[in-house]
């Protein structure tokens, strides 16, 4: 099941995320659409996969891993196919509305379901390999991407490697995803009998946590608030990244500088995951945003090629995690029964803001004159985080009202 979600993250954040740079140099370069208009359309995208993510919870669980999966990979094929023949901006557009569908059945939220029935003690282990695949769609995917339109051109080059990336997909999805573990004789986190635990989360309910309780909760405010504030200084920092650091290091050092920040990430993981079930997780996750604001105030300040290197491995190292901690810390603080329905309120609501971290941080930008102030008020912005998510850990009252 980790190994399943691993490749699907993989894939689906390499064409769905990283590749999305790729895909605006393309339709800019080659078919004359104006930057802003391309970049107004993948903010969209985010916006619309957001509602889809807080809207369409229910019917995920009632249809099962494998048929969701399956329609997000059909869905995510069809789209990169569809961005390969964009001759007008309207086309385009429609594509992105197609990989929105594919985005709500496959990322976090999705394989943070899936996985939910498999692990309970070891869920943050679990959750930390499998989204590290996140991490390694920049790594892996965004080359082959390049390299096949490089050979292939553009238009054949980015729908082979869709074709290819969807038909490992599907047989990842045939060959291992189940359910939940008794159908297959198993018992959650691999024990050799159940020890009395729910297995997972029930399917979105609601009756004891209406909507209403959950956004006046404390609680899920400090998630909700931190992380999504975490996101969208995270994601404007890596979408302008090659642009600010080229004047330092030149193209082919910045475009070395975004792959060592992505090894960082999936460095940062792996650490997170072993310490998930030794570490308070509410500190883990605010050791988390305050290496994320040392990282970008060392950016702000670093010249030199060996000291910006050094800041974008620290700011790295929070980039996979933020995608993780929130539901872990809700799987934790919250009902089993209410697992599925506050995570995704949460993960769309942090997708919504951090849709907008490139334009305010260009914004900025062009204010300022430059990148330093944008990345200032970033690092003031994740160490706000850092606060917000411990100052807002349940207490007395708190954790009663949670476990009844």
């Known amino acids: 099941m980790v190994a399943g979600c691993f490749v699907i993250a993989t894939v689906t954040w390499g064409l769905g995320f990283y590749g999305t740079g790729l895909y605006l140099a393309y339709l800019v370069g080659q078919r004359g659409f104006t930057t802003s208009a391309v970049s107004a359309g993948i903010t969209v995208y985010f916006w619309c996969s957001a509602v889809l993510i807080m809207s369409t919870g229910p019917w995920l669980d009632r249809a099962g ?6 329609l997000g990979t059909v869905a995510l094929v069809l789209s990169v196919a569809a961005i390969a023949r964009a001759d007008e901006l309207w086309k385009f557009y429609a594509a992105l509305a197609l990989m ?3 985005w709500t059945t496959l990322t976090s939220s999705a394989i943070q379901t899936i996985l939910a029935p498999w692990f309970i003690r070891k869920r943050g282990l679990a959750l930390s390999i499998a989204l590290t695949g996140a991490s390694f769609g920049g790594i892996a995917v ?6 096949a339109t490089r050979f292939l051109g553009h238009r054949d080059g980015l729908t ?4 290819a990336l969807g038909a490992l997909m599907l047989l990842v999805i045939g060959r291992c995803f189940v359910r939940e573990p008794r159908l297959v004789g198993q018992h959650p986190d691999g024990d050799a009998r159940s020890e009395g635990v729910v297995a997972g989360p029930a399917a979105d309910g609601g009756g004891s946590w209406p909507l ?17 504030v975490a996101l969208t200084v995270q994601v404007g920092f890596l979408t302008h990244q ?3 650091l080229q004047p330092v290091l030149g193209a082919q050092g910045a475009a070395w500088a975004v792959g060592w920040t992505t090894v960082s990430a999936v460095v940062g993981r792996l650490i997170a995951g072993a ?3 030794r570490v308070e997780r509410r500190t883990l996750a605010a050791l988390n945003f305050v290496s994320q604001a040392a990282g970008l105030a060392l950016v702000a300040e670093a010249r030199g090629a060996p000291r910006v290197l050094t800041a974008c491995v620290l700011a790295g190292l929070s980039v996979g995690n933020a995608i993780t901690f929130a539901g872990l810390l809700i799987q934790r603080e919250f009902p089993a029964s209410e697992f599925n329905r506050v995570n995704r309120l949460a993960v769309g609501i942090g997708q919504v803001c951090y849709a907008c971290g490139p334009l305010l941080f260009g914004f900025l930008r062009e204010q300022s004159g430059g990148y330093a102030l944008p990345l200032y008020l970033s690092a003031i912005a ?3 985080s850092a606060v917000i998510v411990w100052v807002g850990r349940p207490r007395g009252n708190q954790l009663r009202q949670v476990a009844d």
């Open 65 to 70: 891993p494998r048929r969701f999966t399956t």
């Open 100 to 102: 929105a569908v594919s």
């Open 142 to 147: 965004v080359p082959l991407l390049s390299t």
């Open 160 to 163: 082979w490697t869709a074709l």
């Open 212 to 228: 209403r309780r959950v956004l006046s909760s404390p609680v899920f405010l400090s998630i909700c608030v931190a992380f999504s």
């Open 242 to 244: 090659i642009s600010m």
């Open 275 to 277: 310490l998930m079930d």
């Open 382 to 384: 994740a160490a706000g």
